[in-house]
């Protein structure tokens, strides 16, 4: 899909869509990637005559967009405050209550909008504390590194547990296509990871519908699907991180961040492999390690859960009695996850993690969290049926 079409082609389609859910208007009025977006970021203020912004980042995506960005507010005689996130004491800027008090601090009354310059961290903090003063904010990625930019959800830790909370999208979004393009390497990487974990969100999405009647909505699991088609197709152009490969991977997180959007809830893009990367975080967090990029962890569980799932539900004959009736059903949903060596192919191509190990996660941490991670969340996947039904 093409970014410029996606948000008209999908509110059409969700028009026709007969899955019964009430999808959610899309509430950004436009969307750029190219090399003028800041540029266009300046003149939608102007036109939306906000007085004045605040532009919330960290050091490191202020060095990467931000100053620019506030070249050109400075050039266009736009009103600004810049608030640094400052890192906890692990070195990480992460979404918790001391960021978020941080922010709200510089969020003063005579702030129309909130500009959100950074990866997936800062957005969650400028979404939040967007949707609590009922400011609306801007979006401008600086990596492609998670499908979050466009979506509701805020995962944010409050004393040390992880909460998603359902707030607002962004208003518009800009990304400097060479910001991205100039962004560390594993971020590039992470979002690819990210991307790959549809394979088994997906999967474990038809599955909790067949057997659990979960709620599903056809068109947000294509568009999920053909972003992610997309991505694959692009993989060599994203390895090299050429202009065409980071196009096509940040306009693949897009169309899946709006795809929960208009869903509401986060099924198409999260299910048993993003569990146990949630597992995994909130052990960091307990020890006090430093975090690991969302899309490097998700990348790593979709690989297990490939296997696994594969091994578990993978032909009729293995298929426990409690499927029995659904078997052909649950076999072709797991036909249709890649091997789990294609996936690692796939990952090691775009120089991402593809072993716990590589992140620093034990073996132990894994087990541990391939028994209890679905616990974390109230939603059928095959990671949880397996715990509940055949341990
Ligand atoms: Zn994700
Ligand atoms: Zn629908």
Known sequence: MKLEEMISEIELAAKDCECGNAHNKITIETM???????????AFIVMKKYKRVLMIADVRTYAAAGEKLHSIFVE???????????????????ADEVSIVQAMLELDADVDAIIAVGSGTIHDIARFCGAKTSKPFISIPTAASVDGFTSLGAPIIVRGMKKTFQTVSPIALFADINVLINAPKEMTAAGFGDMLAKFTSLADWNFGHLHAGEPFCRLSASITEEALRDCVEKIEQIATGEEEGIGSLITALIQSGLAMLIFGQSHPASGGEHHLSHYWEMEFLQKNQPQVLHGAKVGVSSIILAKLYKQWFGSESNIPEGLKERAAKVAA???NIPDADRLKSWLEKVSGPTTPLELGISSELVERSLKEAYLLRDRSTMLKYFNVEMR
């Open 32 to 42: 750029t990637v190219g090399d003028d977006a800041f540029e266009k970021c300046a």
């Open 76 to 94: 266009k005689e736009i009103e600004h405050a810049i608030c640094l996130i400052e890192p906890n004491v692990n070195g990480d800027v992460v």
């Open 333 to 335: 949903i797991v036909e």
